[in-house]
Every structure is written in structure tokens, then in C-alpha cells.
């Protein structure tokens, strides 16, 4: 019978009846004959609460220490849930990261997976054992532990399932599927039954959580199938009803895809802004500018320079609200005064939302629209930046839940809109 790879995130394995529904769930697959490796990430707040209590020792954590406390969170989870699947009577076995050998770089609290060893993995499924390897969690080459990146259970999931070339990869949530939007902050938004890989990928990257963007890079890369779904429904209801639920992933190949315009808005709080005004305008100014910021291992994500007459130019760019303060660090202490910029202003209170859709390659008007809605809700645009999928916008961040939503209505994203 098939391979399948189920992921359980936090809120799914948040207790220990949750686990124990978990399993009834797993149990319900299992016999029906398929092959299964279960990724469950740790129980929901835990991994804030490990990265709380590091940040009550040290303000800054150590990257190496941090991934240490960080990633044993899915270690209790593997276990428990591996106890849970030997009280209904099945084999099961869990492994950490570092058992499996899931290599990675050793980018420590971002690493990036480079292999899994299948060795192991395949003897249990051989044997009809369920295997649970922890989410989130690796180790480089010298043995360190190293952790994915918030969210980065789903990865492990996809990484898993590339490499055991499993039939489908399941990401169980709390929520059903992927929506328009987010749920909770726009309770009309309406579930979508496929995706095409580009949306989620632009989705994920700008800003909705439901899949961490290395797991849909992963999809596109191994042609994954990938289906999101929730662990909340009725565990015994049929397999079929469930392995049809959800949103599931499509690639070009796929016929009948869904074919909506627009199929989303996402957003993302955690950006934060950076502008060095009137810097000589000459050639270099832009790596003078970022290289420093590249090697201090900052990621910058929406750039804007515009000459004015005068030959100065105002520089602007996004980076990641987390490592605002060190960019102005880099910047003030070695960028300003070398460039000859007349000031270094940051605003830490913006965000970023965004419309995406694979429809805006044919239809024109999408960024009017855009405009217009923000225009009559009073939102002064202070960024926009554009791809052949996708319009996204810096706002004040105050704003960032009445655009979602004036967006969302304008381009009949509702239930029962379409
Ligand atoms: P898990 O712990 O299962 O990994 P996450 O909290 O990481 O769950 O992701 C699921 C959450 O993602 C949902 O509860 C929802 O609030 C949020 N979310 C954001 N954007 C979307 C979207 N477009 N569709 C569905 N959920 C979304
Ligand atoms: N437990 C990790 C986190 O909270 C990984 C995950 O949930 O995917 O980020
Ligand atoms: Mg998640």
C-alpha cells in the first residue's frame, strides 16, 4: 500500500487528548493498510515558551544553544504520541533528528535541510512499524543540533516525503484548508479546494503561517502532493472523505484546476522599514548600502530608490522586524557617514499585505483595484512592490486588519461571493 506522510501541528498535539485523537487518526490509516511517517511538531506554545525562558537567561540566545532548548519540544511529542499508538495495539517508533540523520546546514535557527537518510525509516515501514521523526529539528555535518525556522515542522513533512517519494504529504492543522485569507482575522474567508504551487509559494512568502514557505519550495521542487487539512474533524470519520478534504496543492500538470483570479490576500506584521535620505546618487550606492547588510546575515525583502533631479536618492528597504535593530546598527555605525546620507530614519511599524493571484497574468486592473480600495478606506500607501502574481503594499501597521478586509470584499473573495 502507499506511503503517507501526516504532520500534526501544535494545536493538533496541543494536549494529551488531542494526542490521543492524534493517534486514533493515524491508527484509522494504518489499517487501511498505507505506510506511515508521522512529523509532529511540539504541543502549541511550547516552543514559545522554550525560547521565552532562553531569553530570560540570555536577551540575545546563543544560536547554537538556542536551537538546543528549542527543538526539544517534538521530542515529547514523538514519544508520547509513539505511546499513544502502542496503546491502540499498533507498532510504532519515534526518532529524533539527529537519529534519522536529518542533515542540514548549520545556519543555526534557520538551517536548511540538504539530506535525510532513508535507512532507518524504511526498515520500520517494512516491518509495519508507524515511524514519528520530530519536526523542526536536524543536524549539521559536525553533529550539532540545529532547528528550521519557526513553522518548520511543515518542512520537515515535505523534506520527508520528497525523500521517501511518498504518495502524499498531509498537513494536519486547525484549521481546514487554506483560505482566502486568514480566518481570524477575516471570519467570511472562504476555504479554497486546490492552490496552484506559485500562489501558495507567494502566500506563504508573503506573510499567511498555515505552510512555512521552505515546505512549498520543497513541494515544487519534488513535485510533492501536498494537501492541507484539518486534525480537528471527527477522527473516525471515512478515509475517503478525508484524504479528499482540504485544499490540495496543484501543479501545472494538473487539469481542472481551480482558476480564480485572485486567490488570496496575505499579510505580515513583521516587517519593519529603513530609509537613508538624500545619499549621493552614484555608482555602487546600493552595495555600499546592502552588502554590509548582507553579510551581517540580514535578509532585506522589498528595496525602492528613485533618483530626484537634484541627483541625491532617497534609499529604502524591508527587513524582518526581528533583526531591525541590528540593521540599524550596521547601517548607523558603518553605512551612514560612508555614503554621505543626509539621515538614517526607521519605522518599525509597518506591514505588508499583499493580493495574489495567478489570474493577474491575464487581467489588467488588479493594482487599480488595489489602489482604490486603500485610497477609500483613508490607508496612505508608503511601499509597493509588484511580481507577475502578486501586488504587495507597506502600511502603517495600524491599518493592516481594515485593508485585509477592504481587499478581501473588493475582489469577491467571500463565501457565497464567487
Ligand atoms: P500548525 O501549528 O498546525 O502548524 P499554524 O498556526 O502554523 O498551525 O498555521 C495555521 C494557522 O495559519 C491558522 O490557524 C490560521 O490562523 C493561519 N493562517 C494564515 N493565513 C491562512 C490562510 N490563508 N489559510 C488558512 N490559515 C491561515
Ligand atoms: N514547534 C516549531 C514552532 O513552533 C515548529 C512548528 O511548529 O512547525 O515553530
Ligand atoms: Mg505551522
Not at 183 to 189: G, L, N
Not at 192 to 201: A, D, G, P
Not at 247 to 266: F, K, P
Not at 282 to 309: H, K
Request: with cysteine.
Amino acid at each position: 500500500m502507499s506511503l503517507i506522510v501526516q504532520k500534526y501541528g501544535g494545536t493538533s498535539v496541543g494536549s494529551v487528548e488531542r494526542i490521543k485523537n492524534v493517534a486514533q487518526r493515524i491508527a484509522k490509516w494504518r489499517r487501511a493498510g498505507h505506510r506511515m511517517v508521522i512529523v509532529p511538531s511540539a504541543m502549541s506554545g511550547e516552543t514559545n515558551r522554550l525560547i521565552a525562558l532562553a531569553k530570560d537567561i540570555q536577551p540575545v540566545p546563543d544560536p547554537r544553544e538556542l536551537d538546543v532548548v528549542a527543538s526539544t519540544g517534538e521530542q515529547v511529542t514523538i514519544g508520547l504520541l509513539a505511546m499513544a499508538l502502542k496503546q491502540l495495539g499498533l507498532q510504532a517508533k519515534s526518532y529524533t533528528g539527529h537519529q534519522v540523520r536529518v542533515l542540514t546546514d548549520s545556519a543555526f535557527n534557520k538551517a536548511r535541510i540538504i539530506e535525510i537518510e532513508e535507512r532507518r525509516i524504511r526498515a520500520d515501514l517494512e516491518a509495519g512499524t508507524i515511524v514519528l521523526v520530530a519536526g523542526f529539528q536536524g543536524q549539521d555535518e559536525l553533529g550539532n543540533i540545529t532547528t528550521l525556522g519557526r513553522g518548520g515542522s511543515d518542512t520537515s513533512a515535505v523534506a520527508l516525503a520528497a525523500a521517501l517519494r511518498a504518495e502524499e504529504c498531509l498537513i494536519y492543522t486547525d484549521v481546514d484548508g487554506v483560505y482566502t485569507t486568514d480566518p481570524r482575522i477575516v471570519p467570511e474567508a472562504r476555504r479554497l479546494k486546490s492552490v496552484t504551487f506559485e500562489e501558495m509559494l507567494e502566500l506563504s512568502s508573503l506573510g499567511s503561517k498555515v505552510l512555512q514557505i521552505r515546505s512549498v519550495e520543497f513541494a515544487g521542487k519534488y513535485r510533492v502532493r501536498l494537501r492541507v487539512l484539518s486534525s480537528m474533524s471527527e477522527a473516525d470519520q471515512p478515509l475517503a472523505v478525508e484524504a479528499a478534504s482540504g485544499t490540495l496543492i496543484t501543479y501545472e500538470e494538473d487539469t481542472n484546476m481551480e482558476q480564480a483570479v485572485i486567490s488570496g490576500i496575505a499579510f505580515s506584521r513583521d516587517e519593519a522599514k529603513i530609509t537613508l535620505t538624500r545619499v549621493p546618487d552614484r555608482p555602487g550606492i546600493a552595495y555600499q548600502i546592502l552588502g554590509p547588510i548582507a553579510e551581517a546575515n540580514i535578509d532585506v525583502d522589498m528595496i525602492i530608490q528613485n533618483t530626484s533631479v537634484d541627483g541625491t536618492t532617497d534609499f529604502s528597504f524591508t527587513v524582518h522586524r526581528n533583526e531591525y535593530a541590528k540593521a540599524m546598527d550596521v547601517l548607523g555605525s558603518k553605512v551612514k557617514n560612508h555614503v554621505a546620507a543626509q539621515a538614517l530614519v526607521g519605522d518599525p511599524k509597518i506591514c505588508k499585505v499583499s493580493v495574489v493571484g495567478i489570474g493577474m497574468r491575464s487581467h489588467v486592473g488588479i493594482a487599480s483595484l488595489t489602489f482604490r480600495t486603500l485610497s477609500e478606506e483613508g490607508i496612505n500607501i508608503q511601499m509597493i512592490s509588484t511580481s507577475e502574481i502578486k501586488i504587495s503594499v507597506v502600511v502603517e501597521d495600524k491599518y493592516m486588519e481594515l485593508a485585509v478586509r477592504a481587499l478581501h470584499k473588493a475582489f469577491g473573495l467571500e463565501q457565497g461571493a464567487a
